[in-house]
């Protein structure tokens, strides 16, 4: 019997003893910087000769570690150790599977200091966000261990006098996990050990602009005595593996979270039955949002200020659930502007790694190019009121920055810049309010701030994104709590951390016995 599951709290950095912790954190971490890392495949450790090289976005100078990369001939060894490994791991009792993530959640508790720090290195994350990160992983591999105890039990059926039925749920078999740069341990560890404890072995292929937390990831499995073959660690060069892992006759699923573009990429090559093929591809897609929040005439400034701060430069905006949009109700918008303006003013920006800071640098010099013309865009397409600078002298830093007057249809309120950069409109009532909220592509996140319930309520129903927060931002989903997944071009809806996402990597089988 295992203890109900709630989330693991976060760090309070305003205590000076965890505080002296982190650093003692980030001091081991920077001992350890510049290590080789190698692939891993059925257990065996494999060192190739072409490196990724990860450095710290805040300082590009400094190298994080460099880690091998998978040829194609990896990605064959490697579902042929999957395939061999799921004859076994797939009869393994779904609790000896859910004891090797409960065992995982307490090594990593044990070490979170020390993952969040590699996180503060490796992905650029500012310390609460990195310790949320690693409190997210803790997460997954403790609810999605509980939530294979449930599933194991089957589904109530009903029988007849001569007969007996069961429905019960079954692993798919190998399959693949492409996460990405933006919750380098939370969502490598999510996507990967949801269909591992559901029975299936996982080629994972991590960003490559985060590929040392993803190995520890690897590590932290291993010691908690996850079979061979069970998890193969195959960072490469998405060009030469990408299409390959997608495209491979033995892969029964792909689990992928990333980009508009990839996601719609991945979902059009799995669809194409291979030669040898004897089964239909299972994608299971997040690909991004262009995320709103509202803000009502008779809504609570201070918190509406509040929350479209932390949405939209938490993490520098590099989330797919960030707020990019906000309308704001004619009457209050001036108002909602000006105290969105002076929060930001107080905003920190610098390197992490030195110093405790509430932004960081962007991951790559792609993403600094592309938010910085996005910035340039924006300038002709509304009002800069506050921010828009950029420098990548040493690191690849985009300073929050807030246009207002922008027209729906603009391009920065319509596209996913994924960086600090938020747009406002306004809007004459709540019907325009929703009307602009779902005139995107996209569907994920949203919020609502408002003190009319009968606005809340249409909201509820109208309001089309996966994930609707009333009277608070539009980012910060906890796992088991707020299942996390959108929909139209932001994916598949797969809800993350919630009750039935194990399913979507099992295939459920009825049994009928006569008497």
Known sequence: MVVPYKHEPFTDFKDPAHREAFEKALQKVRSELGKEYPLVINGERIYTEDKLVSVNPADKEQVIGKVSKATKKHIDQAFAAANEAFKTWRRMSPEARANVLFKAAAITRRRKHEISAWLVYDAGKPWDQADADTAEGIDFLEYYGRQMLEIAKGEKVNSRPIEQNTLFYQPMGPGVTIPPWNFAFAIVCG???????????????PSENTPVVAYKVVEILEEAGLPKGVLNFVPGDPAEIGDYLVDHKDTHFINFTGSRATGVRIYERAAKVQEGQTHLKRVIAEMGGKDTIIVDKDADLELAADAIVQSAFGFSGQKCSACSRVVVHEDVYDEVIEKTVQRTKTLTVGNPAEEDVYMGAVINQKQFDKIKSYIEIGKTEGTLVYGGQTDDSKGYFVYPTIFKDVDPKARIMQEEIFGPVVAF?????????????????????????SNNREHLERARYEFHVGNLYFNRGCTAAIVGYQPFGGFKMSGTDSKAGGPDHLKLFMEAKTVSETY
């Open 191 to 205: 996507t990967t050990v949801a269909p591992i404890v559901a029975g299936n072995p996982v080629l994972m292929k």
């Open 425 to 449: 409109t306004k809007a004459r009532d709540f019907d325009e309010m929703l009307e602009i909220a779902n005139n995107t592509e996209y569907g994920l996140t949203g919020a609502v701030i």
